[in-house]
């Protein structure tokens, strides 16, 4: 039988560090990551054929668990139709109906193939729609991988220990500023957009603190900035209509991404008509795409949001508020300090030997997360069958498959997990 190790093997012969994406490659945990085969509802297996619940969830792109049979079907159906024409398709024109009535002030919506192209294309966007350079971004959120945006970025970026990244120019950043998170920033007229995860979920889990949101919504105004919400992970998961409605404060942009493809590779960027008509074909802000809209993609994505409601919602918010208690207590019992901080059914996890108080800016997140506990608690679990993030800025993505079962073998693991490190 092939291992996890043979794969691993293979995979960096012909793929830097045998990833695709660098936050996979346990390189901020050490050891081989599993190579996965195959995922059903809350589990993945391996090519060893080892089971794990799976807390990953393709970071946030499935809202229902792997597999479900719904979006198989979906997917079966559109892919006898044909995978992709450039042309419209009533699949897109579907999604998009579905994003806009959600989610209220969100009335035009441009599909795009990856959160990274959608935030990309809303900086676009308001640069164009305000004729003015400047970017605000917050340390450690992290808006896909385009120039402008990775400096200070988290989930990967952050993993590695990277201001940025090597072949981004200065040139590409000099428009771009980076202002703590959870404080609203002097701005002035030069500023084109303010871009904040409304919720911080890639630098670990970072709630924004009351008046944040609203204080970043008036300074846009005073200045005629435009606020730009990156919900590419609080979209269609913190709620039916995301971060915007939850804390009711309205962006002038949003983008999306993750949930909304159903596991397939989606973004989207949206607003008002009014800005959004800057865009080609009915403005000069030119963005395009040879797979926007994709029909496997926009049937995957329509069939999650249409198996979703409010009470799913409150449901996977009320198991995860509980799960996240329980969490805690194990692990704080076993002997470790530990945080699990929640908002609706994101949460967190902080695991730390001294006892310290919930993270509210990066800084303060990696004062945590140095402390290199995390590392060993992560394998201890993985040995137990429970598979977190490969990395401790990362959030726990429960899905809807996930049931009490899960919860407290979990809990149960968590707690063997931590006293395991704990005695070192
Ligand atoms: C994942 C993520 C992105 C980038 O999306 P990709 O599909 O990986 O390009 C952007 N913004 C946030 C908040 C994200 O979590």
């Given at each position: 039988m092939s291992t996890n190790a043979d794969w691993f093997e293979r995979a960096r012969r012909v793929i830097p560090g045998g990833v695709d994406s660098p936050v996979r490659s346990f390189r901020s945990v050490g050891g081989t990551p599993y190579t996965v085969v195959s995922g059903e509802g809350a589990y993945v297996t391996d090519v060893e054929g080892r089971r794990y619940i799976d807390f990953v969830q393709s970071y946030g792109a499935s809202l229902l668990g792997h597999a479900h049979p719904a979006v198989r079907a979906a997917l079966h159906e559109a892919l006898d139709r044909g995978t992709t024409f450039g042309a419209p398709t009533p699949g897109e024109v579907l999604l998009a109906e579905a994003m806009t009535e959600r989610v209220?002030?969100?009335e035009q919506v441009r599909l795009v193939s990856s959160g990274t192209e959608a935030v990309m294309s809303a900086v676009r966007l308001a640069r164009g729609a305000t004729g003015r350079r400047r970017i605000v971004k917050f340390d450690g959120?992290?808006?896909?991988?385009?120039d402008g945006l990775l400096v200070a970025g988290g989930s990967g970026v952050a993993q590695l220990g990277l201001p940025g990244s090597a072949g981004v120019t200065d040139g590409a950043v000099g428009d771009t500023v980076v202002a703590p998170y959870n404080v609203v920033p002097e701005i002035d007229?030069?500023?084109?957009a303010v871009v904040v995860e409304?919720?911080?979920?890639?630098?670990n889990l970072v709630a924004p603190e009351p008046g944040f949101l609203e204080g970043l919504r008036a300074a846009c105004v005073r200045v005629g900035a435009l606020l730009v919400f990156d919900e590419v992970i609080t979209g269609f998961r913190l709620g039916p209509a995301g971060a915007s409605n939850h804390f009711g404060v309205r962006p002038d942009l949003w983008t999306f991404g993750k949930v909304i493809g159903g596991g397939l590779p989606v973004g989207a960027f949206g607003g008002s008509r009014e800005v959004m008509a800057h865009l080609a074909p009915l403005g000069p802000v030119y963005q395009a795409g040879t797979?926007?809209?994709?029909p496997l993609a926009t049937a995957a994505g329509a069939t999650v949001l249409s198996l979703v409601g409010p009470a799913d919602y409150e449901e996977l918010g009320a198991r995860v508020g509980r799960f996240a208690a329980e969490l805690e207590a194990a692990v704080t019992s076993a002997g470790l300090a530990a945080r699990v901080p929640t908002v609706g059914p994101l949460a967190g996890l902080y695991v730390a030997r001294e006892p310290f108080s919930t993270p509210r800016n990066v800084v303060e997140v990696r004062a945590v997360v140095e402390s290199d506990v995390y590392p060993a608690f992560f394998h201890a679990l993985l040995r137990r069958g429970v598979a977190f993030a490969p990395g401790a800025y990362e959030i726990l993505f429960p899905s809807l498959a996930h049931h009490e079962a899960e919860y407290a073998r979990t809990v149960e693991a968590a707690a063997e997990a931590a006293a395991e490190v704990a005695r070192g």
């Open positions: 209220p002030g969100l959120c992290y808006h896909g991988h385009s007229e030069t500023v084109a409304p919720v911080a979920a890639n630098m797979l926007s809209g994709n």
